[in-house]
């Protein structure tokens, strides 16, 4: 299958979806998180629409469902293809300016808009598999929101693509665009029944030929010390500074082993995110992460261990701890629906590709999705260097996911 005369629609179409600011907010109570997340799932539903799947809506949460009917004579299993419109939190999408890079050479990549971003190969070795292929970035100032954009992208030009091939037979196809994906709340409000599906893919992978089928078992810790006040000038034998403990406790936090900046693979870590801190409290985040639910128990025995010995020092002050689920490692359930990963391998295949299994080390709304009934494995995108202004797609990636994504209906039509 040959889906190069794709590639100018498909871009055109992604470079439309980046421009529109989708950054979500850990710190809004509201779903979504931000108003403007709507304005591009908005133009999604109008898009579907035009396309003629007629029950694409956007419901009150900013979740957009959509169906593309079936046209095989077959009782198909109904799959769902879901990706996330949000941006992270962590560097602005206001103002994006993506830039195709045309037919790479290899070398550095310098961004205009802050030459002192490079992507570097030796950095970013991905992009060694991409001589003569076509990689898009931003201007250096922004995040580019191929994450996850770029799988918005590809499962709408897919979209296009079924609708406008109807020789192609496939089952009932569901597709779900969600909200705050990177704060962790993008499923919290999908309707279940009303999407009806049986198996499902997020499309918000990484490397060529790759299927995430393992991700984190995650929680959120935060632990909230709080002192005792007084005058400065006679706080001696009365004062205990809130600042201070949390200090201590974030210092005592092992850097060698066990965080972010010193562990790979599959070794889990603990990590600081937010520091609050006056006086009278001081409050510390930080996530858990780890492949087993074993390590996961033993960092949250470690935080409560560490907190005890700091609070030793301030015997008049208080601390409370509450740890919360934020996702399970999806391969519990996987295992048990082998055939949606065996499927996707070959599908993957079928687009001329090496597939790979592996585990990711993040989570995905296929996280959560899988243990709401809907074993939901991650697709390769092409995303890469994402919430940094170093991030950048392959043109010819999203082609392959687009392909992968054609195949995958075949298949569970053909075995239906």
Same mark, same amino acid.
């Given at each position: ?133 076509? &990689? ?14 770029? %799988? ?18 496939? %089952? ?179 687009? %001329? ?12 709304? %296929? ?43 075949? &298949? ?5």
């Amino acid at each position: 299958m040959d889906l190069a005369a794709e590639a100018p629609a498909l871009i055109s179409r992604f470079f439309r979806y980046v421009k529109i600011d989708t950054q979500s907010d850990p710190d809004s109570a509201t779903s979504p998180s931000t108003e403007k997340q709507k304005v591009l799932s908005r133009m999604l539903v109008e898009e579907l629409r035009q396309l003629g799947i007629a029950d694409a809506h956007l419901d009150e949460y900013g979740l957009v469902y959509a169906t593309i009917p079936s046209n095989s004579p077959k009782k198909v299993p109904v799959i769902c293809f879901c990706a996330h419109v949000d941006t992270s939190p962590d560097l602005t999408g206001a103002g994006v300016q993506p830039i195709l890079h045309r037919n790479y050479q290899g070398g550095n990549i310098t961004l205009p808009g802050d030459p002192s971003v490079i992507i570097r190969p030796e950095d970013h070795p991905d992009l060694m598999q991409q001589i003569g292929n076509d &990689i898009i970035t931003a201007d250096g100032t922004t995040l580019l929101g191929a994450d996850n954009k770029a %799988g918005v992208a590809v499962i709408m030009q897919a979209a296009q693509w079924l609708m406008q091939h109807p020789d192609v037979r496939h %089952g009932t196809i569901k597709l779900l665009f969600t909200p705050d994906e990177e704060i962790g709340r993008g499923v919290d409000h999908v309707d279940m029944a009303k999407l009806g599906a049986d198996y499902g893919y997020t499309v918000d992978g990484e490397s060529l030929g790759t299927v995430e089928t393992e991700t984190w078992w995650a929680k959120l810790a935060t632990v909230v010390f709080h002192g005792v006040s007084a005058h400065p000038g006679f706080a001696k034998g009365k004062m205990e500074n809130a600042v201070r403990m949390a200090a201590a406790f974030v210092h005592a936090l092992p850097l060698e082993q066990l965080s972010p900046e010193s562990t790979a693979g599959r070794e889990g870590f603990i990590h600081p995110v937010t520091v609050q801190a006056a006086l009278e409290q001081a409050t510390v985040k930080l996530l858990l992460r780890d492949f087993t639910q074993e390590g996961l128990m033993h960092q949250e025995a470690l935080i409560r261990s560490l907190v005890q010995q700091v609070m030793q020092r301030f015997p008049r002050a208080t601390c409370s701890m509450d740890v919360q689920e934020q996702y399970r490692n999806m391969k519990e359930v996987l295992d048990r629906h082998p055939r949606v990963v065996d499927y996707a391998l070959e599908a993957i295949r079928r687009s %001329g590709l090496e597939p790979r299994t592996v585990s990711v080390r993040g989570g995905t709304d %296929g996280s959560r999705l899988s243990f709401m009934g809907l074993p939901c494995p991650n697709l390769f995108v092409g995303e890469h260097a994402f919430h940094s202004r170093y991030e950048w797609v392959s043109v010819q990636d999203m082609l392959k996911s687009m392909e992968t994504m054609i195949h995958l209906c075949r &298949i569970w039509e053909d075995r239906g």
